[in-house]
């Protein structure tokens, strides 16, 4: 019976002897586009493609009658090739052909044997199988992967042969039904070495159906990824450590995708200070947790900070679940939360806070007052000398006040040496009242010991050093004790904000001289930073000074530089002494001079072995001894411990 369809699409050629064109049919014209072949006695060769000239050229150059068959590209009029597949008749002076177009065909075999040189050349495992489990193929670097001789013939080998028990089960009872069902099947499986170690992998399985629609059989590709699970257990420790540190912070944090601005987590401190559900925060828009007009000004925020790519602050309104509402500081900064982009919000209370500083506002209010008020009185006393004790009675009434103020705020030596048993604090006001202070805050495993020397005594410097003693508390609670320069810079910042310093004239130039040292009890490590007042210790039976910053606390200045961090091992320091200016300027002596830091030093060198309460008594009577008949002209505070003997 013969296939009309094949003959339809056979062109007819006659060459002559030359392999010059003689005839050629309508079909080969409409197939290649050329009318003058004949006419021009074109050679046929010269449209033959150059790579498959050399292996037909023979069958022309045989003189003998003979068959012809030989497979060539063959060029078209748009310069085109067309595969054609050639037979006939080479005669003495005659060649007749007959061609059918192949292209699709060859180029499919291309196709299929480039495909296959891929296949052997992947790093994946590339394989096949019946729909009963035989193995039909397996590439040779899935043999290698698995430990199989390339020779070994996988034709005789089950699916189970490749994976251990429980992937052998999912392939065959999980896999294969859904790639039967939906085409194909992506999911994570493992493959057996042959030494019997599982190697874990990423697998595509597909199914395959014959030309009758029904299903012939499956191929797969697995990919080891031994590599990327290691990877993933690595990211994931890190997100527990991440998160352990985030967990351990009291502000707080909220990680927010930027474009939905869905909460993709947030740590244990927003849940419980806001008292939300974790569930109920996950997955929903940070701005619903703020109400109008605050949650215009949250919006605004996120707009600043992705549009500029930087670090924003503000101050907010944030409500808890139970309709409490706090005073927050909002801090938003792009973040890369484990290479992904998203914005870190870190919300920090500020409610007490806001109360300490209409309190320090109060103090400086009450500092101005008492000024204004002992100027007139004062003045009163100068024009009305007859009224002098009335004066001298309500100052007196004023300044006890104060005291008493002062000593309900300020701690008692007894609290300081119950902390550490070898200490003393010399402490001996000028006036009723004193503008130097001692402070100390336990925070953990940490002791900050503070002492400050402020502007002037009696009642200014008693305002002062209230101030000052109030804005450590504060500062302390969101510091970092191992960091006592930034405790005094933000000293620095709030008390110049208090005062409403502005470095205009006639304005108050009041400051504070201060030197903080931190205690690492659990890593018997010390932090000291100063201003203007030097720390001194006794280290392995040297004397040891540890110069301040030469600038103020406070008083305000165009350009202010961030305090000196000090920090070094106490474990050989046998005595740390922190003092006030008003010892060493003390007049007196038969020359009345200033006893001198000098002087000082030499003093509680000398005296460093003895118990402290003995340096104390010492520190006294040398003092009574050079004053003599000398009038006190400031404050004074020497404050002493050996770090190494904290009251567990």
């Known amino acids: 019976m013969v296939n009309h369809q094949i003959v339809d699409q056979t062109v007819r050629i006659v060459l002559d002897s030359n392999a010059c064109f003689l005839e050629v049919d309508d079909k080969f014209q409409e197939l290649f586009g050329f009318t003058d072949l004949v006419s021009a006695s074109k050679h046929f060769l010269v ?299 870190v919300i920090k209370d500020i409610s007490k806070s806001l109360r300490n500083e209409t309190k320090l506002k109060l103090y400086a209010e009450q500092l101005k007052y008492s000024n204004e008020h002992l100027k007139k009185l004062y003045d009163k006393r100068e024009l009305q000398s007859a009224q002098l004790s009335e004066v001298n009675q309500e100052l007196i009434e004023s300044i006890t006040y104060a005291k008493r103020i002062q000593d309900a705020i300020l701690p008692s030596a007894t609290e300081f040496q119950n902390q550490f048993e070898e200490s003393f604090i010399l402490f001996k006001p000028k006036s009723i009242v004193s503008g130097d202070f001692y402070w100390f805050f336990k925070k953990e495993d940490k002791f900050i010991i503070a002492v400050g020397d402020c502007t002037g005594h009696g009642v200014p410097g008693a305002f002062m050093s209230l101030i000052g003693f109030t804005i450590l508390n504060d500062i302390v609670r969101d510091t970092d004790p191992s960091k006592p320069n930034e405790i005094l810079g933000k000293l620095n910042e709030q008390v110049v904000r208090t005062l409403q310093q502005k470095g205009v004239d006639f304005e108050a130039r009041d400051g504070i001289d201060i030197s903080i040292c931190t205690i690492d009890l659990k890593n018997d490590t010390m932090y000291y930073a100063g201003a203007n007042r030097n720390l001194y210790l006794v280290n392995n039976g040297e004397f040891e000074v540890i110069a301040a910053d030469r600038q103020v606390i406070g008083g305000y200045r165009e350009y202010h530089k961030d305090f000196k961090l000090h920090e070094f091992s106490y474990s050989n320091i046998s005595a740390i002494y922190m003092t006030s200016d008003g010892y060493a300027d003390q007049f007196g002596g038969k020359r009345h001079k200033k006893f001198s830091s000098k002087q000082l030093k030499t003093l509680l060198f000398d005296n460093s072995q003895k118990p402290f309460m003995d340096q104390r008594k010492v520190l006294r009577s040398s003092l009574k001894e050079w004053m003599s008949d000398s009038e006190q002209i400031d404050d004074i505070l020497v404050l002493g411990f050996n770090p190494n003997s904290f009251k567990a």
């Not at 150059?50 to 310069?79: C, K, L, Q, V, W």
């Not at 070495?193 to 012939?216: C, L, M, R, W």
């Open 47 to 345: 449209y033959i493609h150059p790579h498959d000239i050399g292996n037909i050229a023979e069958i022309f150059n045989d003189s003998a009658n003979h068959e012809a068959e030989f497979n060539a590209r063959y060029r078209t009029i748009n310069g085109n090739f067309k595969w054609m597949q050639w037979k006939g008749k080479v005669m003495h002076d005659t060649i007749e052909l007959y061609g059918v177009d192949i292209t699709q065909e060859a180029n499919l075999n291309q196709f299929n044997l480039k495909l296959s040189q891929v296949i052997e050349e992947t790093v994946d495992f590339v394989g096949m199988a019946d729909i009963f489990g035989n193995v039909l193929y397996v590439n040779d670097w899935g043999k290698q992967m698995i430990g199989l001789n390339n020779d070994k013939d996988e034709k005789n080998l089950k699916i189970g042969f490749f994976h251990p028990k429980w992937a052998e089960n999912e392939v065959i009872n999980i896999a294969m039904p859904h790639a039967m069902k939906e085409g194909k099947w992506k999911g994570r499986l493992a493959l057996m070495h042959a030494t019997k170690y599982e190697i874990p992998v990423s697998a595509t399985i597909i199914s395959h159906k014959d030309d009758q629609g029904n299903f012939a059989y499956f191929s797969c590709i697995m990919r080891d990824i031994s590599l990327q699970i290691q990877k993933e257990k690595r990211i994931e420790s890190q997100r527990k450590e991440y998160w352990s540190l985030i967990n351990s912070i009291e502000d707080s944090i909220l990680i927010v995708e930027p474009e939905s601005l869905l909460i993709l987590n947030t740590n244990r401190s927003f849940v419980e200070k806001f008292e939300y559900k974790y569930s109920k925060v996950i997955n929903k828009p940070i701005t619903e947790f703020y109400s109008s007009p605050n949650r215009v000004l949250v919006e605004e925020l996120i707009h600043d900070c992705i549009e500029s790519e930087e670090k924003v602050e503000g101050r907010t309104i944030q409500f808890s679940a139970t309709e409490k509402f706090y005073h927050v500081e909002v801090m938003i900064k792009p973040h890369s939360y484990f290479d992904k982009d998203v914005l870190l919000f």
